[in-house]
């Protein structure tokens, strides 16, 4: 993905920028700051979550790295040939990921997992770099509504002509193909509004199309 769609150094939001400051002093070793997109520098499947999680991404500098929600995805992303093993454990680990890149919708940590929307619009510009960036004929898998709504809208396109659903696809620009799926997160996963296989269908259809 192009260096130019990432800041490290991001503060625009000033509630987010608090926060990662508050969060830093309570808990020195974490990362704190804005969290880079992780994999093939030129993928065909590109993973959007939401944003990092407090003691995952957030602590380990790494997307879905540490907490909950990552368990579940990169054992799918092994499973599909995505990643070089099927745990992520930390930013030095030696795992690679395979033809496919993951990033999120907000790079900072939001109070509570809950970004405001002045600040999913603000850190859009990112992720529309990294969409402008990413290959023609691809696969963006988004993780929950907001991801969704914030890939779609980073493509120029209005919310009507693509509505989220879990397993939908919708044609984007340039060939590439948003599959939607709902969050791995620990809510979605105990509830079992997302399953296992559930999430495999999302990944084998991606794959499948990838392939093709």
Known sequence: ???????ADCRRCERLAGFLDQVKSEYP?????PVPPFGDPDPRLLVVGLAPGMHGANSTGRPFTGDHAGILLYQTLHKYGFASRPDSVAADDGLELIDCCIT???KCLPPQNKPV???INQCRE???AELQAFRPG?????LGSIAHKSVVAGFGLKQKEAVFAHAAEHAMPRGITLIDSYHCSRYN???RRLTPEMFHQVFARARQLLDQ
């Open 126 to 128: 990112y992720l529309a």
């Open 104 to 106: 999120n919708a907000v």
């Open 29 to 33: 070793d974490y990362f704190c700051r």
């Open 138 to 142: 691809g696969v963006v898998l988004a």
């Open 189 to 191: 996963t105990q509830t």
């Open 1 to 7: 993905m192009s260096d130019s769609a990432f800041d």
């Open 117 to 119: 929307g002045a600040e």
